[in-house]
């Protein structure tokens, strides 16, 4: 069983630049894994923010932007704002299936 | 610009079989570039994909691992809209339902559009 593995939970002050990571348990991710980050709010269904490691949606804003960072994929949000406080997910292909992270609960104080 | 609308009970009962519908407006069930997946999220097993149907010169379907033997994801063609069903349900089927779209273009895929979610309650 494949494991998709992110931090549990992260805190930043806003303003200030976080990097979330997403892990596989059958190595190092790649770009071939077409790595894609979703934020979800409380009561609201996941938005896309980044697909395939770092292109952004149309509505995605530039604070966000999606790496390749020491075999994982990452997630870097800089200049965090109040309203970046979310669940965020990450999302990679196993060529026939999809897999979810866990998630990471980012608080913005 | 693509919008899915979910649609179906939200409460079924143990051993029976939940079906869920998604309507597609502004691409086409059939597209050569777009895939049809169904994803679903509870307290205990937080995002879960559950599979997804797409049109690559004919039908594909791929399941996850987890729900395989229960599971079945069709297009109806007609309606412009897909189908989730999922047999032999248990309480540990109790989630929030989502349909979504993944779109492959360029050598990019891109996950851009989610139904609103349907709470599907497993009891008797």
């Known amino acids: 069983q494949t494991v998709v593995t992110q931090e549990p939970s992260l805190t930043v002050s806003p303003g200030g630049t976080v990097t979330l990571t997403c892990a596989s348990s059958t190595g190092a991710v790649t770009s071939g894994y077409y790595p894609n980050w979703f934020q979800q709010k409380p009561g609201q269904a996941p938005r896309a923010l980044i697909y395939s490691t770092s292109n952004k949606q149309s509505w995605t804003p530039a604070r966000f932007s999606g790496s390749l960072l020491g075999g994982k994929a990452a997630l870097t949000l800089s200049g965090v704002q109040p309203e970046d406080e979310a669940e965020y997910y990450c999302l990679l292909y196993y060529g026939g299936a999809w897999v979810f992270g866990g998630g990471t609960k980012l608080t913005v104080l | ?124």
């Not at chain 2, 509870?42 to 004919?58: A, M, Q, V």
């Open chain 2, 1 to 124: 610009q693509v919008q899915l609308q979910q649609s179906g009970p939200g409460l079924v009962k143990p051993s029976q079989t939940l079906s869920l519908t998604c309507a597609i407006s502004g691409d086409s069930v059939s597209s050569n570039n777009a895939a049809w997946n169904w994803i679903r999220q509870s307290p205990s097993r937080g995002l879960e994909w559950l599979g997804r149907t797409f049109y690559r010169s004919k039908w594909y379907n791929e399941y996850a691992v987890s729900v395989n033997s229960r599971i079945t994801i069709n297009p109806d063609t007609s309606k412009n809209q897909f189908f989730l069903q999922l047999n032999s349900v248990t309480p540990e089927d109790t989630a929030v339902y989502y349909c979504a779209r993944d779109y492959y273009d360029s050598g990019d895929y891109k996950f851009d559009c989610w139904g609103q979610g349907t709470l599907v309650t497993v009891s008797s």
